[in-house]
């Protein structure tokens, strides 16, 4: 059995819309979460440069980044390149899902967020 990155990355984005929205009141609030911290995280996360060209102080902080993980392993897919060992890829990946998944069960179950 294999996995394609894309459907472990479009279900890890897709599972972290539900926590962020209860808390958003309207449309520009989601969007303000995603603006400011979806966005820097995919561009220090290697999209357009690889983590091996940071410094190596940036280097340690791009380690504790999720989207580098993914971008790496759509990365590894494409080209068949990364910087991080792809099963590490996956499993950091497996993980997040996995823990945003159980934190959007928990919110539909306490009913939080859910209009009447």
Not at 4 to 32: C, H, N, W, Y
Not at 60 to 72: E, G, I, S, T
């Amino acid at each position: 059995m294999s996995y394609d990155p894309l459907d472990i990355v479009a279900a890890q984005l897709s599972a972290s819309g539900r926590p962020e929205g209860p808390p958003a009141k309207t449309f520009e609030q989601v969007q303000m979460i995603q603006t400011s911290i979806l966005t820097p995280l995919i561009f220090v996360g290697g999209v357009f440069n690889p983590v091996s060209a940071l410094p190596a102080c940036a280097q340690k902080l791009a380690l504790a980044n999720p989207m580098l993980y993914m971008v790496d392993a759509i990365r590894y897919g494409l080209l068949g390149i990364c910087d991080v060992p792809v099963g590490l890829s996956f499993t950091l990946m497996g993980a997040l899902v996995t823990a945003l998944f159980l934190a959007a069960v928990r919110l539909l179950a306490g009913g939080k967020g859910i209009r009447d």
